[in-house]
């Protein structure tokens, strides 16, 4: 995983997981260890409406794509949270605190490069393993990494 120093740190926890720390947002969370050659980090604070956002963009055999998962902080009360729509939108609340909203969202869908060539469906022949690793990794993976987070 991509290293800012001073921002986010990946940090060893378990031996079978890896600490994500932003000290800037006061969050953490536990990542599996294999998630380490899996992906790739990012971080933004260009966005229309959060504050911040980090990216664990899925990379298979040097290929970037899409994020397995996405952490969001949005400045903002709960109240206008709620009347936004956000609770009926894909973004998934994980805690509130200090007029911060903290969040997660996940892809809808595997990435179009895993599309056959007519487009019309995915090539499990040709992409299967990845499909299978980044289905896991959103699917199996992303649920417990979730139940993980704290706040400072």
């Known amino acids: 995983m991509a290293v800012q120093r001073n921002r986010s740190v990946p940090r060893t926890g378990s031996p079978r997981t890896l600490l994500y720390r932003n000290s800037k947002y006061g969050f953490s969370i536990r990542l599996p ?3 380490k050659c899996y992906t790739v980090v990012r971080r933004s604070s260009r966005l229309d409406d959060a504050e911040y956002a980090v990216y664990f963009l899925f990379k298979y055999k040097g290929k970037i794509y ?51 060539a007519k487009g019309d469906d995915y090539d499990y022949k040709r992409y299967g393993r990845p499909i ?6 959103v699917n199996d993976d992303v649920p417990k990494i979730v139940k993980t987070f704290k706040l400072r």
């Open 33 to 35: 260890r294999r998630w």
């Open 66 to 116: 899409e994020s397995a998962l996405t952490l969001l902080v949005y400045r903002m009360t709960l109240k206008k949270w709620i009347e936004e729509g956000y609770d009926e939108s894909p973004i998934i609340r994980l805690a509130v605190r200090n007029g911060r909203i903290y969040a997660y969202a996940l892809p809808s869908e595997l990435p179009e490069e895993f599309l056959n």
């Open 132 to 137: 299978r690793i980044l289905s896991s990794m």
